[in-house]
């Protein structure tokens, strides 16, 4: 597990480390990743919260079929997503013609592959906080008459929020290391869609010292997201 | 009437079961743990589906939602909102209501001090201890101004001290309040109950004023729940005649040949082992142990007819099938059992 860490870091030469990290490409690159890593997490929360009530509410065969096309993006190679959001979003994909023109090779386009890789993440956590949930809570609010509404908002939601939060936390360490769906769907365009990943590849081969300095700075937000996400849940019985 | 009349079946659970409760009077729900007592109060709060039919002062509540039914339940878990601070979870049901947030936190307030937890409010539920967890619990049902107040075992699971407080508090607090009680302590039925009913199995096997269910049950499984033994027979000139042909002198009771029973205390029975000398001034009922429990510093040894509370050091010579006489006082009062209720 540390080797390759150690590998790393042997690569990464120091004195000139700050230099690199703050050039404008690695600039770019981290600032575009951060803002399209962050608006993916909103939407996966958006978005996945809702699915993972679904998902619980279903009941028999269906439920297993849709939890796994749910689930698909976390085992599909990321180039093979990208390829499907490409022919679903691109200019000649399914929705090309409705969406007025193509969002293929756009900022936007980094967004929704992000958020298709880092989907299940949420939904997973979502779902297997409401299973192990008895609905006592719930049916104990109702007889003091709260709305479904209200049960919801301040019964249920308040309880889900360590799921939600680790969800979140790690659909945004999924989302800021996309590279496959990202390069397929979106491209790597200098500052629109060039996400640190992009660039640490592409500085691979001209610009090695560049690559494992941003590599370094992409694996010490991946720990410390990771250490973020798994502090023990707290309290609730 | 006025007051909840409850005819429920949930089928899943096989309880189906009648009760009824008059306005501003507590049920005692006695029975042993698995009868269906939960279950028949989580269909009568709505949060179980059931079918059969409810209503609560004349209105039918069927197809009423748990929401709109105005029917608190306190459960046996307490099911306190872990996420909410105490005054919160008090709160909770007067906003559910429409209050506003002062009223509500006003409300909470006054409860908490009811309850006796003045001060705790910003407590959270996993900082109480189980006493005030109940207090809280029961602080949270009554501000939600329910019409009905169902309390499943609200003294199960606490200390010696802690349930005897939380007993006196339930009584004062349940004075002119529709309520039903579900306990498998008779000791709760005598200090709460208007009326009493006992459920074994899914249903309710007899229903009737406390002091006519407690003092005069009319089945075994009644008079157990009650913490009485129940002797019965056939009257015959002044004693009850057992079906093995004891004689026992009795007062009161029904004419000759009607079935009747006296019930006793198993308190007041002696045991003799067999060859021991037998009291002559009481009847004796020959019987074999069926169980021995033990009761504090007492034990209760069970035959098949009888049961007799002894001291332990009498109970440890005793062993399940030993053959043993029950001693029965001669006086006591006998009823008919084959009239209703």
């Given amino acids: 597990m540390l080797l390759p860490l150690a590998g790393l870091v042997a690569r990464v030469e120091w004195d000139q480390f700050w230099t690199l990290v703050t050039s404008e490409a690695s600039l770019t690159a981290l600032g575009l990743s951060l803002r399209t890593a962050l608006a993916a997490t909103g939407l996966t929360v958006a978005l996945g919260v809702p699915l993972g009530f679904v998902l619980h509410g279903m009941r028999g065969p269906a439920r297993g079929l849709v939890r796994a096309v749910v689930l698909a993006p976390l085992v599909l190679p990321p180039v093979v997503g990208g390829l499907a959001l490409l022919y679903a979003f691109g200019r000649r994909g399914l929705l090309g013609e409705e969406l007025g023109g193509s969002i293929a090779f756009t900022t936007l386009a980094v967004v929704i592959a992000q958020t298709f890789v880092a989907m299940p993440f949420m939904v997973v956590s979502v779902e297997s906080a409401l299973a192990s949930r008895t609905g006592r809570h719930e049916a104990i609010a109702a007889t003091l008459g709260a709305s479904r509404t209200r049960v919801l908002a301040r019964v249920t939601m308040p309880a889900l929020a360590p799921a939600l939060a680790t969800g979140a936390v790690l659909a945004f360490a999924r989302a800021l290391g996309e590279f496959g769906a990202t390069l397929t769907f979106a491209g790597s365009l200098a500052g629109v869609t060039r996400t640190a990943p992009l660039e640490i590849y592409l500085a691979r081969e001209t610009d090695p010292a560049a690559a494992a300095a941003l590599s370094l700075v992409l694996v010490a937000v991946a720990i410390g997201v990771v250490a973020l996400a798994y502090r023990p849940v707290r309290g609730a019985r | ?341």
């Fill in chain 2, 1 to 341: 009437m006025s007051g909840l009349v409850a005819d429920l079946a949930v089928e899943a659970r096989g309880v189906a079961a009648e009760l009824a409760v008059g306005a501003g009077r507590t049920l005692v729900l006695l029975g042993p743990n698995g009868s269906g007592k939960s279950t028949l109060l989580e269909a009568i709060a709505g949060i179980v589906p059931a079918a059969g039919a409810l209503t609560l002062d004349g209105a039918s509540l069927t197809g009423v939602g748990a929401r709109d039914r105005r029917i608190g339940l306190l459960s046996q878990d307490d099911a306190l909102f872990p996420t909410m601070s105490v005054r919160d979870n008090v709160a909770f049901g007067p906003r559910a209501r429409g209050a506003s947030r002062a009223d509500a936190k006003a409300a909470a307030e006054d409860w908490l001090a009811r309850v006796g937890l003045a001060g705790l409010g910003d407590r959270r539920p996993g900082e109480l201890s189980g006493g005030q967890a109940r207090r809280v619990a029961i602080a949270r049902a009554l501000a939600a101004e329910p019409r009905v107040l169902l309390l499943d075992e609200p003294f199960a699971g606490l200390d010696v001290a802690s349930a005897s407080a939380t007993r006196a508090l339930v009584a004062t607090l349940l004075a002119d309040r529709t309520a039903v009680v579900t306990t498998h302590d008779a000791l709760d039925a005598h200090a709460l109950a208007d009326d009493v009913a006992v459920m074994e199995a899914g249903r309710v096997v007899e229903h009737g004023p406390a002091a006519a269910v407690l003092a005069r049950p009319r089945t075994p499984f009644a008079a157990r729940m009650a913490a009485r033994v129940l002797v019965t027979g056939t009257m015959h000139g002044g004693a009850l005649v057992t079906g093995s042909g004891v004689r026992i002198p009795v007062t009161g009771g029904p004419g000759a040949g009607a079935a009747a029973g006296i019930a006793v205390h198993p308190a007041a029975i002696a045991v003799a082992r067999d060859g021991e000398p037998r009291d002559p001034a009481r009847v004796w009922m020959d019987d074999a142990v069926v169980a021995v429990e033990p009761r504090g510093d007492e034990v209760r040894v069970h035959g098949r007819d009888a049961a007799a509370d002894v001291d332990a050091a009498v109970a440890a010579v005793l062993g399940v099938g030993d053959v043993v006489g029950f001693g029965v006082e001669p006086g006591a009062p006998a009823y008919a059992l084959t009239s209703g209720r």
